[in-house]
């Protein structure tokens, strides 16, 4: 872990890589914000975690994700999937011009 | 067939679905009796996003009319009951505190809700909580606050904040939240009420939106130790549809509840009352509560949990990134709020989820975001994970030597709204004791173990217990129960 201190620079990279806009002071506050955790989550540099396997599921021990037969079942109807759609166009969801 | 409002609504769930299975009450009087008292108390307590009173009102005489034909189909059936609005139910307004989810009408009902409507039980409402459940004091809440009813200047907890101020106001006997780092326990413990987090697995998240999906646990919260055993038994269980619940058979909580702590072999860590700035009020309650074991025949034993300190970073790394994937998919395209004036797919994409998303769902999203960014990944969370896996294994060594570990929920009693609203992390640090628990996918649970001297507000005891171990935390919960004082009730409503 390097420094735990974010740039206002860092932060609107970060926004653009999570998809948010957000505003000058929302930035600020955030560059601010971010940093405290960040320091605070510094001490866990402090553990050796050398030979340690990360945990990569929450599974109790012998426990196996229970897999289904791969097999078709009923589902949501169009109509009911597009229900909530903010713009649709027939059976499809509508969504700004993506190439000019 | 009528009694008094305010005699119905101290109905525990066992002891109101009683009634209907021996006709002494209608499902119709509780359900009404649950309305009434919801709209006399709620401008107050502010725990319901949603009521739905046609359909519970249909669903209750629904139940009657099962009581009547003998046909019930289960202890439940007919009791009201209300939903935290992070599950999805069919046809019935469901948000997760969020504006980006203002108006949503699911097309399905969640496992769970399936499951309660199944047995029977009355779904009366939507309750309040911390905006996609990230939160300790429910002021996360796009809506509208909720407030403590033991004290209304007073927050609930949180995220689980509107159920636990709902089941404590006795607006209704039950409800489900969600715990993915302290959200049922936490605000169980401030309301005085019981609240349960299953081991991870136990419970179906099917229909219930997601924040972190290695954490997140559905669980009930009750005014006594049998009635939360008695909805976890209902909602427990294998389900197809999600693939990390558990296929191992749900325990009959009941049948070993009443069984005593005499010889429970209760662990306590060292490093959770000594420095661990635990409010005198409340280390001295949770300490009565130790007391009161011994004298039932418990054992004592000191144990170390010597990562538990490292939780709170932890969670803060792996939470949000988890947050930051999940809530990727509210992008204004096929549900949820969109930004109709956006000029281009990047546009509307930022520009719904700037407008949508309130100040901490951001400020989480930010911080996971770049926990998993590229050149950070190994740095935060990979090292994240491992550190989980040592918090882990302090419980696997800890449970060796004792059969349930007993410590306090929070380090203070219930505080003021806006306490702490200006400073995130000092929010993050009050949940020191109720993240391990969600990092080892242990179950947990919180009882109340008495009131703070002086604030006269209650004070949790929480209780962890081995993977799958539920009815063992049940047992020891329900011992404490009968030996300690019933609390009175909430004097704020």
């Known amino acids: 872990m390097s420094s735990s201190s974010l740039s206002l620079e860092e932060v609107r990279r970060i926004a653009a890589l999570a998809r948010l806009r957000l505003a000058p002071e929302e930035e600020e506050r955030f560059a601010g914000q971010l940093s405290a955790i960040l320091a605070h989550v510094e001490q866990l540099k402090e553990l050796d975690v050398s030979g340690v396997e990360p945990m990569t599921h929450a599974l109790a021990a012998g426990e196996v994700p229970a897999l289904r037969e791969d097999a078709v079942l009923p589902g949501l109807s169009p109509e009911e999937a597009l229900a909530a759609a903010p713009a649709r166009e027939g059976t499809a969801f509508k969504v700004p011009r993506i190439i000019e | 067939m009528t009694a008094p409002t305010q005699d119905l609504v101290r109905l525990g769930l066992r002891e109101a679905g009683d009634a209907v299975g021996a ?64 599950f999805l139910t069919k046809g019935v307004p469901t948000t997760a505190g969020s504006r980006i989810l203002e108006g949503y009408l699911p097309p399905y009902d969640a496992t769970v809700v399936e499951r309660l409507e199944a047995a029977g039980a009355v779904v009366v409402g939507k309750l309040n909580m911390d905006e996609f459940a990230m939160g300790s004091s429910n002021e996360n809440s796009a809506y509208k606050p909720c407030h403590n009813p033991w004290d209304l200047s007073r927050t609930p907890g949180g995220s689980s904040g509107g159920s636990a101020a709902a089941v404590a106001a006795r607006q209704v006997p039950g409800a489900l939240g969600t715990d993915t780092g302290g959200s049922i326990r936490e605000p169980a413990a401030f309301c005085g009420v019981v609240g349960v987090k299953p081991t991870y697995g136990r419970v179906s998240r099917y229909g219930v939106i997601a924040f972190a999906s290695s954490l997140d646990q559905v669980g009930p ?33 009941l049948a070993t509840l009443e069984g005593g702590a005499k010889g429970l072999r209760v662990g306590v860590p060292r490093e959770w009352l000594e420095g661990g700035g635990v409010d005198p009020g409340v280390a001295g309650a949770v300490r009565s509560a130790l007391d009161a074991y011994e004298r039932l025949g418990a054992r004592l034993v000191e144990i170390s949990l010597p990562h538990s300190k490292y939780g709170i970073g932890a969670y803060y790394l792996i939470a949000p990134a988890e947050a930051s994937s999940n809530l990727a998919r509210y992008d204004g395209v096929r549900f949820g709020l969109r930004a109709k004036d956006a000029r281009g797919l990047k546009e509307m994409y930022s520009e719904s989820r700037e407008r949508g998303f309130g100040p901490e769902p951001k400020r989480r999203i930010m911080l996971g975001t770049y926990a998993l960014s590229a050149g950070y990944y190994d740095a935060y969370y990979l090292r994240a994970q491992k550190v989980r896996t040592l918090i882990r294994r302090d419980f696997d060594a800890a449970f060796e030597r004792c059969d349930v570990i007993a410590g306090p929920v929070t380090p203070s009693v219930a505080f003021r709204l806006g306490e702490r609203t200006d400073d995130p992390l000092k929010m993050y640090l009050a949940d020191i004791f109720t993240i391990t628990c969600n990092l080892a996918a242990l179950p947990g649970l919180s009882v109340p173990c008495g009131l703070e001297a002086g604030s006269g507000l209650p004070v949790g005891l929480q209780l962890l217990g081995r993977p799958f171990d539920e009815a063992t935390l049940f047992r020891a919960a329900r011992a404490l129960e009968r030996e300690l004082p019933a609390l009175p009730a909430p004097p704020g409503v």
């Open chain 2, 23 to 86: 006709r002494r009450v209608s499902s119709r009087a509780l359900v009404d009796a649950a309305l009434a008292r919801i709209e006399a108390t709620d401008a107050k307590v502010g725990a319901f996003l949603a009521v739905t009173p046609e359909r519970a009102r249909a669903a209750a005489d629904a139940a009657d009319a099962r009581a009547a034909a003998g046909a019930r189909r289960s202890p439940i059936d007919g009791v009201p009951l209300a939903l935290k609005d992070i």
């Open chain 2, 221 to 253: 919260l009750a005014r006594s130790v049998g009635d939360a055993a008695v909805l976890l038994r209902t909602v427990a269980g294998h389900d197809p549809r999600d693939m990390t619940s558990s296929t191992r058979p749900v325990d009959d909580y």
